[in-house]
């Protein structure tokens, strides 16, 4: 595990949900923006809240590619 974080700004986690909104037991696979459009159905309904990434999060979970790209305006 890195003691350098990439992409510090990126710090967010959601844990997994299933569609009741009831958590799974899953922990975050990565860090992403709150407004990213992973936890996001078509129809507006969100799956999962965004929280703060521990500091362990923050140095052991790799950012989101989609994240990464809207944060550099690609």
Known sequence: MSSEVEY?????????VHLDGTLTGAEPRLRHNPGCGHFKWPD????????????????????????????SGS
């Open 44 to 71: 507006g309904t969100l799956l999962g809240t965004p929280v703060l990434a521990t500091e362990e999060q923050m140095r052991a979970l790799k950012a989101c590619k989609h994240c990464i790209k809207s944060r």
């Open 8 to 16: 510090p700004e990126i710090k967010h986690v959601v844990y997994p």
